[in-house]
T-cell receptor
Framework: KAGVTQTPRYLIKTRGQQVTLSCSPISGHRSVSWYQQTPGQGLQFLFEYFSETQRNKGNFPGRFSGRQFSNSRSEMNVSTLELGDSALYLC??????????FGEGSRLTVL | GQNIDQPTEMTATEGAIVQINCTYQTSGFNGLFWYQQHAGEAPTFLSYNVLDGLEEKGRFSSFLSRSKGYSYLLLKELQMKDSASYLCAVKGAGGFKTIFGAGTRLFVKA
Protein backbone atom coordinates (compact mmCIF):
# COMPACT_ATOMS: atom_id res chain seq x y z
CA LYS A 1 0.00 0.00 0.00
CA ALA A 2 1.52 3.31 -1.05
CA GLY A 3 2.08 5.91 1.65
CA VAL A 4 1.21 9.58 1.68
CA THR A 5 2.87 11.39 -1.20
CA GLN A 6 3.67 15.08 -1.16
CA THR A 7 4.95 17.19 -4.02
CA PRO A 8 7.12 19.05 -4.48
CA ARG A 9 9.62 17.96 -1.83
CA TYR A 10 11.64 21.17 -1.95
CA LEU A 11 10.92 24.58 -3.33
CA ILE A 12 12.28 28.10 -3.13
CA LYS A 13 10.11 31.17 -3.59
CA THR A 14 10.49 34.88 -3.08
CA ARG A 15 8.42 37.18 -0.91
CA GLY A 16 5.09 38.08 -2.43
CA GLN A 17 4.83 34.98 -4.58
CA GLN A 18 2.31 32.23 -4.04
CA VAL A 19 2.78 28.48 -3.75
CA THR A 20 0.64 25.38 -4.14
CA LEU A 21 1.53 22.12 -2.43
CA SER A 22 -0.02 18.78 -3.25
CA CYS A 23 -0.81 15.72 -1.15
CA SER A 24 -2.03 12.28 -2.20
CA PRO A 25 -3.33 10.31 0.79
CA ILE A 26 -3.18 6.60 1.41
CA SER A 27 -5.76 4.79 -0.66
CA GLY A 28 -9.04 4.60 1.26
CA HIS A 29 -8.23 7.50 3.57
CA ARG A 30 -10.73 10.31 3.18
CA SER A 31 -9.27 12.65 5.79
CA VAL A 32 -6.30 14.86 4.99
CA SER A 33 -4.70 17.25 7.48
CA TRP A 34 -2.02 19.85 6.91
CA TYR A 35 0.58 20.99 9.41
CA GLN A 36 3.35 23.57 9.39
CA GLN A 37 6.53 22.54 11.18
CA THR A 38 9.20 25.00 12.25
CA PRO A 39 12.08 24.44 14.69
CA GLY A 40 10.70 26.68 17.39
CA GLN A 41 6.97 26.01 17.07
CA GLY A 42 6.71 22.31 16.39
CA LEU A 43 3.75 21.08 14.35
CA GLN A 44 1.08 23.71 13.96
CA PHE A 45 -2.31 22.60 12.68
CA LEU A 46 -3.44 24.31 9.50
CA PHE A 47 -6.64 22.55 8.47
CA GLU A 48 -8.29 19.22 7.89
CA TYR A 49 -10.44 18.07 5.00
CA PHE A 50 -12.83 15.17 4.86
CA SER A 51 -14.81 14.22 1.78
CA GLU A 52 -14.01 17.55 0.10
CA THR A 53 -15.18 19.58 3.12
CA GLN A 54 -12.99 21.52 5.52
CA ARG A 55 -14.05 20.32 8.95
CA ASN A 56 -11.41 22.05 11.07
CA LYS A 57 -9.14 25.02 10.74
CA GLY A 58 -6.18 26.25 12.77
CA ASN A 59 -5.17 29.80 13.62
CA PHE A 60 -3.46 30.82 10.41
CA PRO A 61 -4.20 33.92 8.33
CA GLY A 62 -6.42 33.78 5.29
CA ARG A 63 -3.35 33.62 3.04
CA PHE A 64 -3.32 29.91 3.85
CA SER A 65 -6.03 27.96 2.09
CA GLY A 66 -6.69 24.45 0.97
CA ARG A 67 -9.05 22.17 -0.83
CA GLN A 68 -9.73 18.52 -1.34
CA PHE A 69 -10.80 16.78 -4.51
CA SER A 70 -13.24 13.95 -5.03
CA ASN A 71 -10.36 11.44 -5.15
CA SER A 72 -9.26 12.68 -1.67
CA ARG A 73 -6.13 14.35 -3.00
CA SER A 74 -5.57 17.69 -1.35
CA GLU A 75 -3.79 20.92 -2.14
CA MET A 76 -2.83 23.81 0.04
CA ASN A 77 -2.02 27.27 -1.19
CA VAL A 78 -0.13 30.11 0.44
CA SER A 79 -0.46 33.50 -1.18
CA THR A 80 1.65 36.62 -0.75
CA LEU A 81 4.50 34.65 0.80
CA GLU A 82 6.39 36.07 3.75
CA LEU A 83 9.82 35.12 5.08
CA GLY A 84 8.15 33.56 8.13
CA ASP A 85 6.33 31.08 5.92
CA SER A 86 9.58 29.19 5.44
CA ALA A 87 8.86 25.80 6.99
CA LEU A 88 8.27 22.13 6.41
CA TYR A 89 4.66 21.56 5.40
CA LEU A 90 3.43 18.13 6.35
CA CYS A 91 0.37 16.40 5.07
CA UNK A 92 -1.19 13.51 6.94
CA UNK A 93 -4.03 11.20 6.05
CA UNK A 94 -6.10 8.88 8.19
CA UNK A 95 -9.06 6.62 8.05
CA UNK A 96 -11.87 8.46 9.83
CA UNK A 97 -10.50 9.73 13.19
CA UNK A 98 -7.64 7.32 13.80
CA UNK A 99 -3.89 7.78 13.77
CA UNK A 100 -2.27 10.10 11.30
CA UNK A 101 0.03 8.84 8.55
CA PHE A 102 2.43 11.54 7.44
CA GLY A 103 4.06 12.26 4.14
CA GLU A 104 7.71 13.29 3.86
CA GLY A 105 6.74 16.93 3.64
CA SER A 106 7.36 19.86 1.35
CA ARG A 107 10.17 22.11 2.49
CA LEU A 108 9.47 25.70 1.51
CA THR A 109 12.12 28.38 1.62
CA VAL A 110 11.03 31.98 1.12
CA LEU A 111 13.78 34.42 0.17
CA GLY B 1 -8.13 26.31 23.68
CA GLN B 2 -5.58 23.55 23.89
CA ASN B 3 -2.14 23.50 25.48
CA ILE B 4 0.29 20.60 25.38
CA ASP B 5 3.56 20.72 27.31
CA GLN B 6 6.54 18.42 27.12
CA PRO B 7 10.24 18.91 27.91
CA THR B 8 12.30 20.39 25.11
CA GLU B 9 15.27 18.05 25.37
CA MET B 10 16.38 14.98 27.26
CA THR B 11 19.59 12.97 27.28
CA ALA B 12 19.92 9.33 28.28
CA THR B 13 22.45 6.53 28.04
CA GLU B 14 22.28 3.55 25.74
CA GLY B 15 20.64 0.60 27.51
CA ALA B 16 18.89 2.78 30.06
CA ILE B 17 15.22 3.67 30.54
CA VAL B 18 13.82 7.13 29.85
CA GLN B 19 10.40 8.61 30.57
CA ILE B 20 9.11 11.52 28.50
CA ASN B 21 6.24 13.39 30.13
CA CYS B 22 3.38 15.25 28.50
CA THR B 23 0.73 17.37 30.17
CA TYR B 24 -2.26 18.74 28.36
CA GLN B 25 -5.18 21.11 28.84
CA THR B 26 -7.84 20.75 26.23
CA SER B 27 -11.43 21.76 25.71
CA GLY B 28 -12.20 18.25 24.51
CA PHE B 29 -10.37 14.94 24.64
CA ASN B 30 -10.72 11.86 22.49
CA GLY B 31 -7.33 10.24 22.84
CA LEU B 32 -3.62 10.88 23.02
CA PHE B 33 -0.96 9.86 20.53
CA TRP B 34 2.80 9.58 20.65
CA TYR B 35 4.80 9.95 17.46
CA GLN B 36 8.51 9.58 16.75
CA GLN B 37 10.28 11.84 14.31
CA HIS B 38 13.88 11.36 13.21
CA ALA B 39 15.67 14.40 11.87
CA GLY B 40 14.65 15.11 8.29
CA GLU B 41 11.94 12.47 8.30
CA ALA B 42 8.17 12.35 8.72
CA PRO B 43 6.62 11.61 12.12
CA THR B 44 5.63 7.97 12.61
CA PHE B 45 2.97 6.61 14.95
CA LEU B 46 4.12 4.96 18.18
CA SER B 47 1.11 4.62 20.48
CA TYR B 48 -2.44 5.63 21.23
CA ASN B 49 -4.19 5.92 24.60
CA VAL B 50 -7.84 6.72 25.04
CA LEU B 51 -8.48 5.07 28.44
CA ASP B 52 -6.48 5.47 31.64
CA GLY B 53 -3.63 3.09 32.13
CA LEU B 54 -0.55 1.68 30.51
CA GLU B 55 -0.26 0.44 26.94
CA GLU B 56 2.82 -1.64 26.24
CA LYS B 57 4.30 -2.29 22.83
CA GLY B 58 7.72 -3.88 22.85
CA ARG B 59 10.34 -1.53 24.26
CA PHE B 60 7.86 1.36 24.25
CA SER B 61 5.01 1.93 26.71
CA SER B 62 2.62 4.81 27.06
CA PHE B 63 0.57 5.82 30.08
CA LEU B 64 -2.47 8.05 30.36
CA SER B 65 -4.28 9.70 33.26
CA ARG B 66 -7.24 11.66 31.95
CA SER B 67 -8.13 13.15 35.33
CA LYS B 68 -4.63 14.62 35.64
CA GLY B 69 -4.26 15.57 31.97
CA TYR B 70 -1.01 13.62 31.95
CA SER B 71 0.74 11.07 29.82
CA TYR B 72 4.20 9.63 29.54
CA LEU B 73 6.14 7.62 27.02
CA LEU B 74 8.55 5.07 28.48
CA LEU B 75 11.42 3.81 26.39
CA LYS B 76 13.33 0.81 27.69
CA GLU B 77 16.68 -0.66 26.66
CA LEU B 78 17.56 2.52 24.82
CA GLN B 79 19.36 2.19 21.52
CA MET B 80 21.27 4.83 19.58
CA LYS B 81 18.58 4.73 16.90
CA ASP B 82 16.07 5.99 19.49
CA SER B 83 17.68 9.43 19.22
CA ALA B 84 14.79 11.41 17.75
CA SER B 85 12.03 13.84 18.61
CA TYR B 86 9.00 12.45 20.41
CA LEU B 87 5.73 14.24 19.82
CA CYS B 88 2.74 14.12 22.13
CA ALA B 89 -0.56 14.83 20.37
CA VAL B 90 -4.13 15.14 21.59
CA LYS B 91 -7.20 14.34 19.54
CA GLY B 92 -9.81 16.92 20.41
CA ALA B 93 -13.57 16.99 20.65
CA GLY B 94 -15.31 15.18 17.83
CA GLY B 95 -12.05 13.39 17.08
CA PHE B 96 -11.33 15.61 14.11
CA LYS B 97 -8.50 17.86 15.18
CA THR B 98 -5.18 16.48 16.41
CA ILE B 99 -2.97 19.03 18.14
CA PHE B 100 0.72 18.43 18.75
CA GLY B 101 3.09 19.50 21.46
CA ALA B 102 6.39 21.06 20.44
CA GLY B 103 8.15 17.73 20.87
CA THR B 104 10.96 16.39 23.05
CA ARG B 105 14.34 15.87 21.47
CA LEU B 106 15.94 12.76 22.93
CA PHE B 107 19.67 12.26 22.67
CA VAL B 108 20.94 8.75 23.39
CA LYS B 109 24.65 8.62 24.20
CA ALA B 110 26.96 5.64 24.32
Amino acid sequence: KAGVTQTPRYLIKTRGQQVTLSCSPISGHRSVSWYQQTPGQGLQFLFEYFSETQRNKGNFPGRFSGRQFSNSRSEMNVSTLELGDSALYLCASRFDTGELFFGEGSRLTVL
Amino acid sequence: GQNIDQPTEMTATEGAIVQINCTYQTSGFNGLFWYQQHAGEAPTFLSYNVLDGLEEKGRFSSFLSRSKGYSYLLLKELQMKDSASYLCAVKGAGGFKTIFGAGTRLFVKA
